[in-house]
């Protein structure tokens, strides 16, 4: 089966000034990561503050070039970001992201916003529309009475529900969830993030997921890449992360997420500094802060290895067969 988006050995790096009149250096966002999602699956994607999340979800779907690797769409090379083949494509990837006041448009009802795409992409003849705005609204929670609303009429949570109305109208292959409900108020999260789930079995969709919080990610991701400074350094399934965490830093965030009616035990503390792209320590980038860092781990990057249980890691301190991009990509 093709992969429905594929990633191979993207780079993203930007120039970064420092300071008022600084000379320019760069910050590698995305250090070569590939990856791949099938029709119909759930990708987490978690990692610390500036480990290059977004950067990776808008590279996934060509809102940000690579300097190098290749994205691909059901097999073919994603077209150039503006192009028409790329506009074509868009109706088929939407992006949700953190600020619902900030995707919508504040002089639009919520109406008109969800058949925007509707009409750009010509999707529903006239006379239909009104029957398909109404089913969207349904499907994400929202009364028919709020149609005539303006987005400041709204709730954070129903401007969300609003948002992802409108990213399914054009009954799209791949949902990009970016932070979808940190902004959220925590009573609401849950129910937005079940909504979300149940969308996207119901219609078959692919989703990669961006999020901080893990506890949010074990609840709807099929598998899980955990980044670090720009690169996956494990990735496997949910049920593989979550019980059975390999990477010394997957095993720390793992470690601090509560399990309902459980004290926490044995939690794996991060020492040091929270990482910064802009200063990337030698080796293994992880180093400064690990309990279990050696020597080798100070002057050599270590390679993504298949580990057993269908999982990658990078890491000295675990043992396993170098995975070759071809093998990652086949490993769904
Ligand atoms: N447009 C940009 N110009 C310059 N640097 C950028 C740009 N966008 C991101 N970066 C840098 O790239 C790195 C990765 O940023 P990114 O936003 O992808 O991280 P993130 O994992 O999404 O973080 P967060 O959890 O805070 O949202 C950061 O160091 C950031 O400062
Ligand atoms: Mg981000």
Same mark, same amino acid.
């Given at each position: 089966?093709?992969?429905?988006?594929?990633?191979?050995?993207?780079?993203?790096?930007?120039?970064?000034?420092?300071?008022?009149?600084?000379?320019?250096?760069?910050?590698?966002?995305?250090? =070569?990561?590939?990856?791949?999602?099938?029709?119909?699956?759930?990708?987490?994607?978690?990692?610390?503050?500036?480990?290059?999340?977004?950067?990776?979800?808008?590279?996934?779907?060509?809102?940000?070039? &690579?300097?190098?690797?290749?994205?691909?769409?059901? =097999?073919?090379?994603?077209?150039?970001?503006?192009?028409? =083949?790329?506009?074509?494509?868009? &109706?088929?990837?939407?992006?949700?992201?953190?600020?619902?006041?900030?995707?919508?448009?504040?002089?639009?009802?919520?109406?008109?916003?969800?058949?925007?795409?509707?009409?750009?992409?010509?999707?529903?003849?006239?006379?239909?529309? /009104?029957?398909?705005?109404?089913?969207?609204?349904?499907?994400?929670?929202?009364?028919?009475?709020?149609?005539?609303?303006?987005?400041?009429?709204?709730?954070?949570?129903?401007?969300?529900?609003?948002?992802?109305?409108?990213?399914?109208?054009?009954?799209?292959?791949?949902?990009?969830?970016?932070?979808? *409900?940190?902004?959220?108020?925590?009573?609401?999260? &849950?129910?937005?993030?079940?909504?979300?789930?149940?969308? $996207?079995?119901?219609?078959?969709? /692919?989703?990669?997921?961006?999020?901080?919080?893990?506890?949010?990610?074990?609840?709807?991701?099929?598998?899980?890449?955990?980044?670090?400074?720009?690169? *996956?350094?494990?990735?496997?399934?949910?049920?593989?992360?979550?019980?059975?965490? $390999?990477?010394?830093?997957?095993?720390? !965030?793992?470690?601090?997420?509560?399990?309902? =009616?459980?004290?926490?035990?044995?939690?794996?503390?991060?020492?040091?500094?929270?990482?910064?792209?802009?200063?990337?320590?030698?080796?293994?980038?992880?180093?400064?802060?690990?309990?279990?860092?050696?020597?080798?781990?100070?002057? %050599?990057?270590?390679?993504?290895?298949?580990?057993?249980?269908?999982?990658?890691?990078?890491?000295?301190?675990?043992?396993?067969?170098?995975? %070759?991009?071809?093998? !990652?990509?086949?490993?769904?």
């Amino acid at each position: 089966m093709t992969a429905l988006i594929e990633a191979d050995e993207l780079v993203r790096i930007y120039e970064v000034r420092r300071g008022l009149f600084g000379r320019s250096s760069p910050v590698r966002a995305v250090d =070569g990561i590939s990856l791949a999602v099938m029709p119909g699956e759930t990708l987490g994607i978690v990692g610390e503050s500036g480990s290059g999340k977004s950067t990776l979800g808008r590279m996934l779907l060509g809102l940000d070039p &690579a300097q190098s690797g290749e994205v691909r769409f059901e =097999g073919s090379p994603m077209p150039k970001y503006g192009t028409s =083949g790329w506009r074509a494509l868009r &109706a088929k990837m939407q992006l949700v992201y953190q600020d619902p006041l900030a995707a919508l448009d504040r002089r639009l009802t919520i109406a008109a916003q969800i058949s925007e795409p509707l009409d750009i992409h010509r999707l529903v003849p006239k006379e239909h529309q /009104a029957a398909r705005i109404a089913e969207l609204m349904a499907a994400v929670g929202l009364r028919s009475d709020q149609a005539g609303r303006f987005p400041h009429e709204l709730s954070g949570g129903q401007r969300q529900r609003a948002v992802i109305a409108r990213a399914l109208a054009s009954r799209p292959k791949l949902l990009v969830c970016d932070e979808p *409900v940190s902004a959220l108020d925590v009573s609401i999260q &849950a129910q937005v993030v079940n909504m979300l789930r149940d969308l $996207q079995e119901k219609n078959g969709i /692919a989703m990669v997921f961006i999020s901080h919080d893990l506890k949010v990610v074990r609840n709807i991701a099929d598998r899980v890449a955990v980044m670090y400074l720009g690169r *996956v350094v494990e990735e496997a399934s949910s049920d593989v992360i979550f019980r059975l965490p $390999q990477h010394p830093y997957t095993k720390a !965030l793992v470690s601090s997420v509560p399990i309902p =009616g459980k004290p926490l035990e044995g939690r794996v503390i991060l020492q040091g500094e929270p990482p910064n792209p802009a200063n990337r320590p030698s080796g293994c980038a992880f180093h400064p802060r690990c309990p279990v860092a050696r020597d080798i781990c100070r002057t %050599s990057v270590p390679a993504l290895r298949r580990t057993g249980n269908g999982r990658t890691a990078a890491c000295h301190a675990v043992a396993g067969e170098t995975a %070759s991009v071809e093998t !990652l990509r086949r490993r769904a």
